[in-house]
């Protein structure tokens, strides 16, 4: 799902979709972005 998808589902505007996420999509993201920066370093 694209950032811009997600906000819509929130019904976000113009706000941090970050402040809106619950913690497993924190996690969920947390996760993502380590495996990302890992691969990337490899």
């Not at 950032?3 to 976000?12: A, I, R, S, T, Y």
């Not at 505007?13 to 920066?37: G, K, V, W, Y």
Request: no cysteine; net charge negative; glycine share 2%.
């Amino acid at each position: 799902m694209s950032v811009k998808d997600h906000k819509e589902m929130k019904g976000l505007e113009s706000e941090n979709l970050r402040d809106h996420m619950s913690e497993a999509e924190l996690i969920f993201t947390a996760l993502a972005e380590l495996s990302t920066r890992q691969i990337a370093e490899v």
